[in-house]
């Protein structure tokens, strides 16, 4: 099963994910991202900060990219 790397970008910060979820495909993939950023914006009060980005890879390359958007 491959495993996923869940990193946020933001304006001045990174936050990396060392050590990554084993998931079954792209798929799983996206829809851990898009839990994991519902879950992040509500314990921040749902402040929108346009410049995160969640970055997903695998060991060799970027396979998602997915922004913060607006609203809770």
Not at 24 to 53: F, N, Q, W
Request: aromatic share 10%; proline share 7%.
């Amino acid at each position: 099963m491959p495993r996923y790397f869940f990193t946020i970008h933001g304006r001045d910060r990174v936050e990396d994910d060392p050590d990554g979820t084993y998931l079954p495909d792209v798929a799983a993939a996206l829809s851990y991202a898009e839990h994991t950023i519902r879950e992040l914006r509500k314990e921040s009060g749902c402040k929108d900060d346009l410049a995160l980005m969640m970055i997903v890879t695998d060991h060799n390359q970027t396979v998602l990219s997915l922004p913060f958007f607006p609203g809770c």
